[in-house]
């Protein structure tokens, strides 16, 4: 389909003669029948524009999930050479840095729960700040909030927030290493000291959902995954300190091409080399944007651990909720992936993607190692999310890399002009889900309808041997921003 | 003349902003970020002053915009009144006037988290001016 060539039954090539500027070809991961949304979006274009980046490696990617967002498309991934010139961009991470899932399993089946859904829910939502002017009950004085920006999730487990076995569940033990908080503008502290613990709103949300497919036997078995058994997942990020922390790169690393000598076709590219100050400040800021998400994350599971042993009346060990993973799919990271035959250190920008890496990497937890990285992708509200392993053909083809979650086909606008929430409530009893939402117009837009099938979004990764289908997950129950 | 208009992006909010001059321009673009949060209950009235510079007219727009998600997450307050001076095109002084959300008696609605550059402009029209902006929620 112009202006791809089909490479594979799920993958497709853009030229180097898309547009003029292309340091690599595009690569975009997708089955036939997605490409028809795909071609008549906006984000082949960002595809070719992130190809523009200097020192960039091998190809622009897409995963299936792709769409226009500003700068990269959501679900592109690309990675830079440091030694080549390459580039660090805030707009290949976007403005919710690590913002990302986790999920928890309980030892809770389906008949333990369906029957107080809505007091469960209805717990949830009041223990769980979210939406737009809600804030945390935990409001930080400046020393711990940077202490927060270098420590992670440690930081949380420090605090009585979940424990220090869940730090080994999470993508690089829930803190990045090299976070800098001297250069953190004092509006990013400001606006991140009352968010931790607070889900925020648009497509972020936390689900009580059922086990009710598994492909997989034995990676089920090694995450504690079983037929029946209920999940809860947590979709966020770094709330307004990591808006605050892209917002203020951006206008340092906008003047960069220009002091460096390069040109983007996009401003909202803004890049500088890694090696170059700029670079490196963004990259120290971005980590500790990233240890805040680890921490938020963590602060809300615990609080929804806690919402349930009350609601349930139910003690911990009844209740048995464990991390099974927690995966960043808005984050820059260097890497050590093999190119052109020899091993290169690269940096990974995924901006909606995520890390999927095979059995036997070193930084899969040993509990995973021989099943690969569990990868947490969340569906629509209405229909299922998925847990699938990281295969090796990611790290092949992907730099350990895919989708994130089902991607939009239907803009916000187009949801709110085209459904409404009392039908969308509805909608959702029908299907079995009690859902809650601080604002009638964001749920609208997150309705099912707005949404690709994610599942036809992991088949694709699936079929192209990224990552394999572990099991699916129906909601019960949703909380909304 | 119409304030402002959204217009379609998959994942974001697009919106033209017009106005017959650059002032009008910049209060309509405004309009529009507190529109797509909420419709708002005002308490605790507030006045402030604040002068803004840019290296272009549309950095501008996204510093303006940016000043008043700041102050709209950090303090809770949406502004209504504005009286903006452009000593240039890339610098202004604004009076404004405006209230703290009484959240718990507003309908929200998305949280805008920020200004983005892509495709952004401010141009001159033969009508006055006219902006494009997306907003990421």
């Known amino acids: 389909m112009q202006p791809l060539t089909k490479i594979t039954d799920v993958l497709w090539e853009l030229p180097l003669t898309y547009k003029a500027g292309m340091r690599v070809c595009g690569r975009v991961y997708a089955s036939e029948a997605m ?231 996009d401003r909202q590219l803004a890049s500088a080399p890694i090696q170059s100050p700029e670079g490196q400040e963004y990259l120290a800021a971005m980590r500790c944007a990233a240890n805040y998400a680890f921490a938020n994350r963590q602060v809300l599971a615990a609080k929804a651990e806690r919402s349930f042993l009350h609601a349930l009346g139910i003690s911990p060990n009844a209740l048995g909720m464990e991390l099974v993973y927690d995966v960043p799919h808005n984050i820059a990271k260097f890497e050590e992936h093999m190119i052109n035959g020899r091993p290169r250190r690269v940096c990974v920008h995924r901006k909606g993607a995520t890390r999927s890496f095979p059995p036997n990497h070193p930084s899969v937890p040993a509990r995973y190692r021989a099943v690969g990285q569990p990868v947490l992708v969340p569906g629509d509200m209405g229909r299922y999310s998925f847990v699938l392993a990281g295969q090796p053909q990611a790290m092949a083809q992907t730099f350990g890399t895919v989708c994130h979650g089902a991607g939009r086909v239907m803009s916000r606008s187009q949801a709110k002009r085209e459904l409404n929430f009392d039908q969308l409530r509805r909608d959702m009893e029908q299907r079995g889900v009690v859902m809650m939402a601080r604002g009638r117009g964001t749920a609208v837009e997150e309705a099912s309808a707005a949404y690709k099938d994610v599942a036809e979004v992991v088949n694709v990764v699936d079929a192209a041997g990224l990552a394999k289908k572990v099991c699916r997950m129906r909601p019960i129950g949703v909380v909304k921003g | ?91 202004l002084t604004a009076q404004m006037e405006g209230g703290v959300v009484d959240f718990s008696h507003s309908e929200v609605s998305e949280e805008v988290k920020a200004v983005t550059y892509h495709q952004l402009s401010v141009q001159q029209t033969a009508d006055g001016w006219t902006a494009t902006v997306i907003f990421d929620v």
């Open chain 1, 35 to 265: 490409l028809r949304h795909i071609v008549g979006d906006n984000c082949l274009e960002q595809v070719a524009n992130v190809a523009c980046l200097p020192g960039i490696q091998q190809y622009s990617l897409a995963m299936p999930d792709i769409h226009w967002g500003y700068g990269f498309p959501i679900g592109g991934v690309a990675a830079t050479a440091p030694d080549e010139g390459g580039v660090i961009s805030p707009g290949g991470v976007g403005y919710d840095i690590n913002c990302g899932v986790r999920l928890m399993r309980t030892q809770l089946s389906r008949e333990d729960v369906a029957p107080k859904i809505h007091d469960l829910v209805s717990q949830l939502f009041r223990d769980i700040p979210c939406g737009l002017g809600e804030k945390s009950d935990l409001r930080l004085a400046r020393d711990d909030e940077r202490q927060v920006l270098v420590q992670g999730a440690r930081w949380a487990v420090k605090r009585g927030f979940g424990k220090a076995d869940d730090l080994e569940f999470i993508e690089e033990g829930g803190c990045m290493a090299e976070a800098e908080s001297s250069n953190i503008t004092e509006r990013a502290l400001e606006r991140g000291a009352g968010q931790v613990g607070s889900l925020g709103s648009g497509n972020h949300f936390l689900e009580v959902q059922v086990v009710d497919e598994i492909f997989d036997d034995t990676a089920a078995q090694t995450m504690g995954l079983f037929l029946g058994g209920v999940t809860v997942m947590i979709h966020c990020g770094s709330r307004g300190f990591g808006y605050q922390v892209c917002d203020d790169y951006l206008r340092v690393l906008g003047r960069a091409p220009e002091k460096y000598g390069f040109r983007l076709p």
């Open chain 2, 1 to 91: 003349m119409k304030a402002f208009e959204f217009f379609e992006h998959t994942a974001d909010i697009g919106v033209r902003a017009f106005g017959r001059t650059l002032e009008e321009l910049f209060v309509n673009a405004a309009r529009a970020l507190y529109e797509i949060q909420g419709r708002f209950d005002l308490a605790d009235r507030r006045m402030i002053k604040i002068e803004l510079s840019a290296d272009s007219a549309d950095e501008l727009l996204v510093r303006w915009l940016s000043e008043l998600l700041y102050r709209f997450s950090t303090e809770g307050v949406c502004f209504t009144h504005f009286r903006l001076q452009f000593i240039e095109p890339n610098k």
